[in-house]
């Protein structure tokens, strides 16, 4: 006795599951390049021909206006009166005493001497401070013989 199939089967591959992930990479992708920017200040830093591999987690912002924003660890900027600020870097150096580095991100439209006072805040109580810049374009760097 032969036993007939009750079903055909076809070589057609289904692309639905396919695109389901192809969908989910792309919502990941556009989910985790907004991790890209550290702040929603819009500040334009100078440019400098020397960079350094430090990644400081504590920030100090100063934008265009003149204003002083601070973060720790990744938080959101928050603004930050000049007599508070000493006492939020002391904070932060209290909570996490092996941090080394907290770094300035000015803006190029900010005053020379007004980066000094937010530098000279911190040498006068021991912090030590970098001052961020972005790289400046290979043709302006110097030729070092």
């Known amino acids: 006795m032969a036993l007939k199939r009750q079903y055909d089967m076809t070589s057609l ?17 556009m989910v985790t390049s907004t991790f890209v920017f550290p702040t929603a200040l819009e500040i334009t830093l100078p440019q400098s021909s020397e960079q350094t591999p ?63 006072d937010v530098l000279t805040l911190g040498a006068q109580n021991n912090l030590k401070m970098v001052l961020a810049t972005k790289p400046a374009p290979s043709s302006a760097k110097p030729s070092r013989p």
């Open 13 to 29: 591959f289904s692309m639905a599951s396919m695109t389901d992930v192809i969908f989910l990479l792309l919502i990941f992708f």
């Open 54 to 116: 430090l990644k400081p987690s504590t920030r100090v912002y100063i934008d265009a206006d003149q204003v002083i924003y601070a973060s720790f660890d990744g938080s959101e900027p928050q603004a930050v009166a000049e007599d508070q600020l000493l006492a939020f870097l002391q904070l932060v150096m209290k909570e996490q005493p092996d941090l080394q580095y907290i770094a300035v991100y000015a803006d190029a439209a900010v005053p020379y001497g007004r980066v000094i």
